[in-house]
């Protein structure tokens, strides 16, 4: 998952400005999974999550396409929940699958964090 | 309304055309009540009057989509399995659900079924109710209504309260199961619970009225107790001679009953059921039963491997009173 990132600073050897919007693509699906740890929640119930968390710069497009596709993997369940007012909500919910994903991604991402940390400290 | 998010759907499809069909169709199922759902939420917020002015025009979401796939890799093999043996189990459950129905008038099964959800409330707090009331200290025997403290008004008063409060909690979890997974696992947790010692009242109660709960209890005990065939009890002395009158105690001191006789005694005796009228039974009781040929009585017993009890101060056989005579006095329970 965050093998991407790596090959994106491999392959962009003259980036000099890191923009959030970039990293997020690597650990979106992390994050995604992150606020569905405790409880589950409807898209923009997650978008809004994920906006209070910090990542302010995450479009609904973003998450919708997230959740479709940790669904189609396998990570995800839904089901539907009539609104008092307005359209029903479709919510999502990590199946087993999803939390063991979340639990490796985790270890990856922390690894990862760590050492550019640490790389960070070095070059600092 | 809807023809705006079916317009904005459609053009955000058209901007992802060049994407192979089942991935567009994967990502795009979705997106008309995704988007009517985010436009009812930032409407309420006080976003912009247009799907457009919501979320940016139609090529800027559909550009948004495209940078999300692709990051995850296929599934793991189990989660893959598990997800295919779900949609199984799902469509055997509907074709079931098809073909079930209309053999009971109906549609489909889950249509019947879902008419017996408040019978189904109804009967969860009964159940409750018994579950608190055997779980109560103090609970007596199980019977048919919840009764705390013996008080049947209290038990009828729990009753209402739980089959009330099972309603209630029918009624909102319908409506709109809770979000919180903890909620819903503690929600499945109890019912389960429930419907376990519903099933197995139901059993006790089965049991009971077929009668085979009695006779099991005999059967039971049967091959423990190896009294079962005694009518009466004869006590021998040291010297091998019958004591007439002999009252038999147990450890702690408490009148034994053993023997045909003797238990009808309980019923058919002086004090025809009185309180103590254990302390009343002598044997041998039974006044027809006559005394067996004993000829094999060695005189003297020998001691136990573990030794004796040394016979404590009590009732004296010595006194010799007639089986016909009942003693007076009942000893203190304590030897």
Redesign the interface.
């Known amino acids: 998952?965050v093998a991407?990132c790596l090959q994106y600073f491999a392959s962009h050897t003259t980036v000099l400005s890191v923009d959030t919007t970039q990293l997020l693509?690597?650990v979106?699906?992390l994050a995604v999974l992150a606020v569905l740890r405790?409880?589950?929640?409807?898209?923009?119930d997650i978008?809004r999550r994920l906006r209070t968390a910090g990542l302010t710069e995450i479009?609904?497009?973003?998450v919708?396409?997230?959740l479709?596709?940790?669904f189609?993997?396998?990570?995800l369940t839904t089901?539907v929940?009539?609104?008092e007012?307005?359209?029903?909500?479709?919510?999502y919910?990590l199946?087993?699958?999803g939390r063991?994903?979340l639990k490796q991604g985790g270890d990856v991402w922390n690894g990862f964090a760590s050492t550019m940390n640490t790389l960070l400290r070095e070059s600092a | 309304m809807n023809v705006e998010i079916a317009q904005y759907a459609a053009q955000v499809g058209a901007a992802l055309s060049d994407l192979p069909e089942q991935a567009r169709d994967d990502l795009l199922e979705d997106l008309p009540a995704h988007l009517a759902e985010v436009a009812a939420e930032v409407e309420a917020e006080g976003g912009g009057a247009t799907l457009t002015e919501r979320l940016g025009p139609p090529s800027a979401y559909a550009a948004e989509l495209r940078a999300t796939l692709g990051h995850t890799g296929g599934p793991s093999r189990t989660a893959a399995w598990a997800g295919r043996a779900v949609s199984r189990a799902r469509t055997r459950w509907s074709v079931l659900d098809r073909r079930l129905g209309p053999l009971i008038g109906y549609e489909r099964l889950g249509e019947f079924l879902a008419l017996l959800r408040p019978a189904w409330w109804v009967l969860r707090g009964w159940l409750a109710a018994m579950l608190v009331a055997q779980l109560w200290p103090d609970s007596g025997g199980i019977g048919l209504l919840p009764r705390f403290e013996g008080s049947t008004v209290l038990g009828l008063l729990a009753l209402a309260g739980f089959v009330v409060g099972s309603i209630w909690l029918g009624r909102r979890t319908a409506a709109a199961p809770p979000a919180r997974r903890r909620t819903r696992l503690a929600l499945g947790v109890a019912t389960a619970v429930v419907v376990v010692f519903g099933v197995s009242l139901w059993v006790t109660a089965d049991d009971r009225l077929t009668g085979t709960y009695w006779h099991d209890v005999t059967q039971a005990s049967s091959p423990s107790s190896p009294y079962e065939q005694v009518a009466d009890i004869f006590v021998l002395g040291p010297d091998g001679q019958i004591i007439p009158g002999a009252r038999l105690v147990d450890q702690g001191g408490n009148p034994i009953v053993l023997g045909y006789c003797a238990q009808r005694f309980g019923w058919e005796g002086p004090s025809g059921g009185d309180r103590g009228w254990e302390w009343r039974v002598v044997y041998p009781s039974c006044p027809d039963v006559s005394a067996p040929a004993l000829p094999w009585v060695p005189a003297s017993p020998e001691a136990l491997p573990w030794g004796t009890l040394s016979p404590s101060a009590g009732p004296s056989p010595s006194a010799g009173p007639s089986a016909s005579t009942t003693p007076a006095a009942s000893p203190s329970a304590t030897p």
């Not at chain 1, 405790?38 to 923009?44: K, S, T, V």
């Not at chain 1, 479009?59 to 973003?62: E, F, L, V």
């Not at chain 1, 189609?72 to 990570?75: D, P």
């Open positions: 998952m991407c693509k690597g979106l699906d405790e409880d589950d929640g409807y898209g923009y978008l479009g609904d497009a973003s919708y396409g997230t479709r596709r940790l189609a993997a396998g990570y089901y929940v009539p609104s007012e307005g359209p029903h909500r479709k919510y919910a199946n087993p699958a063991t994903q």
